[in-house]
């Protein structure tokens, strides 16, 4: 969603945009279902975010609760990556003011029809905090912009799932401008003339906001940038909401 107004406020800085297990941005949402009961009501918790133990159980039942319906849930490994994550940063407590960015100004409301960055909406069909179904309005409020669904998928996107996600983006990103059709449900099918115009991409991850928009991204790229930057465990850390490649530290 902070990918969405990006684009919209400054598109000169982002080349192209995939938006994964998101929501639409400046819109009337009301229309379309609301998330989960039992997500919702884990959201609603008390949380010690100051204590190791408190933290980590709330957040490893967070975990559970967007994971796929249709993969394994890897308990162990993704205990441990919280764990990891959590002495790392000191705690938990700055990531739940994280929704206040995806607030968007007045001036900017019922406006994302006006998007030209070329946008790819990946979703899981099993989204307990935005329905398929907000996926699906990002893609159909933008002219031209592509939508891949992952049967079962959660809010989280399961390793499993990657290389159908990785090559949808490597396909978005590698085609010649102006060639492009909408693809069909969990699919990204060529038009006759060819696929989407995406010929460079962002990658936005925790610490990185200085973007190399080289063409033509690859498969290795994409996983090296998502296994060094967040270690990514039984897809927990995946569904940030966008992904891309060829990203660098800015000092």
């Not at 684009?7 to 009301?30: C, Q, Y």
């Not at 975990?63 to 890897?74: E, G, I, K, Y």
């Not at 962002?202 to 994409?222: E, H, N, Q, W, Y």
């Amino acid at each position: 969603m902070i990918g969405q107004a990006t684009a919209l406020k400054h598109p000169e800085r982002v080349p192209s945009l995939t938006a994964i297990s998101s929501s639409p941005v400046g819109m009337n949402t009301s229309h379309l279902p609301a998330s989960g009961t039992a997500w919702m009501e884990h959201m609603n918790m008390e949380v010690g975010w100051s204590d190791r133990a408190d933290a980590v159980a709330y957040m490893l039942e967070n975990a559970r609760l967007v994971a796929s319906t249709v993969q394994p849930f890897d308990e162990a490994e993704t205990r441990a990556f919280i764990e990891r994550d959590f002495d790392r940063s000191g705690g938990f407590l700055n990531a739940t003011s994280h929704n206040v960015l995806f607030e968007i100004s007045d001036g900017w409301q019922d406006r994302l029809h006006e998007m030209k960055v070329p946008l790819l909406v990946i979703h899981g069909t099993a989204d307990p905090v935005f329905p398929v179904e907000h996926g699906a309005a990002v893609a159909t409020a933008v002219e031209g912009a592509g939508l891949v669904e992952i049967e079962g998928g959660g809010h989280a996107l399961h390793p499993a799932d990657w290389d159908k996600i990785i090559s949808a983006i490597i396909k978005c990103t590698s085609t010649h401008p102006n060639e492009w059709s909408r693809p069909t449900r969990s699919s990204h099918q060529p038009s006759s003339s060819g696929d989407k115009p995406c010929p460079s991409f962002v990658f936005m991850l925790s610490g990185l906001r200085s973007m190399d928009t080289a063409p033509g991204p690859t498969k290795a790229s994409i996983i090296r940038w998502a296994g060094a930057e967040r270690r990514c465990t039984n897809g927990f850390c995946l569904p940030a909401p966008f992904s891309g490649c060829r990203a660098k530290r800015d000092n």
